[in-house]
């Protein structure tokens, strides 16, 4: 059941680092809503997690409700999906696969210190962490991650289920295909594209283009070797190997 009028229950998928990241940014933006008098937009009831020894437990103050499937239990809840690191970035989209959830029950979860340009577009089930910038017309695309101090200049495009680790600064015009994982403290240089399911390694400097499912790294980056299996995996789905772009922008301006 939801809470007070204008309050909206949300749960949090994962129970890891970026979920409980996210829960706090949850905490975050309902004591600024209070702060300017008006009801919280969301409460958050809890975590769902596939790891049975995290069940009944609480997880900084949250507790983990059961498994990733009470999702259709919880109807009337609003959902954001936080699982994914670097050894396996592909795991949020075969999540939210798995769910097979309409759009309209993913959040979008903005921080109340990220600045978020009134010509940007952020995608259902996204998260933006403290601090982060969208200048002038950036397209995030739905469940992205994009963690904290991460600035996103001028027509920048984010393709869905990217992840944008803490402190990534992309030039004007860049763009990110689906499924991108770019390292903490990377650089990427205007215009530039970094290919679907591909990952940047840790304050990578990209001059060039990095093709689709490629694990490139260094200052300037260079080609390391080709993504693991899921990252691949998800490339044959997406059907990249042929050309095909499958990024969808469902984003809406963000006020």
């Not at 809503?33 to 008006?38: F, L, N, Q, T």
């Not at 009801?39 to 020894?53: C, N, Q, V, Y």
């Not at 995290?54 to 990733?68: K, T």
């Amino acid at each position: 059941m939801n809470g007070p009028q204008g309050t909206e229950d949300l749960l949090i998928v994962g129970a890891g680092g970026f979920a409980r990241e996210t829960a706090q940014a949850v905490r975050d933006v309902a004591a600024a809503d209070m702060a300017r008098g008006r009801a919280p937009r969301w409460r958050l009831i809890g975590h769902l997690d596939d790891d049975p020894a995290l069940h009944g437990r609480d997880v900084d103050g949250v507790p983990v409700l059961g498994g990733c499937e009470r999702v259709h239990e919880l109807w009337d809840a609003r959902v954001v999906v936080c699982v994914g690191s670097p050894r396996d970035y592909a795991v949020r989209a075969r999540l939210v696969r798995r769910l097979g959830l309409p759009v309209n029950r993913y959040a979008t979860v903005v921080h109340p210190t990220a600045v978020v340009s009134g010509s940007s577009v952020l995608g259902a089930g996204s998260v933006l962490l403290a601090q982060c910038v969208l200048t002038a017309a950036v397209r995030v695309g739905s469940h992205v991650a994009v963690m904290p101090q991460v600035v996103l200049t001028h027509d920048d495009a984010v393709g869905d289920f990217a992840t944008l680790a803490s402190g990534v600064r992309l030039g004007g015009g860049v763009r990110l295909g689906r499924g991108a994982y770019v390292g903490a403290g990377s650089l990427v240089r205007e215009y530039t594209t970094v290919g679907a399911w591909s990952l940047t390694g840790m304050g990578s400097t990209v001059l060039g283009d990095v093709p689709p499912g490629e694990v490139w790294a260094g200052s300037p980056a260079r080609r390391l070797r080709t993504a693991d299996g899921p990252a691949l995996e998800e490339l044959r789905t997406d059907g990249e190997m042929t050309g095909r772009q499958p990024e969808t922008w469902m984003g809406s301006p963000v006020r």
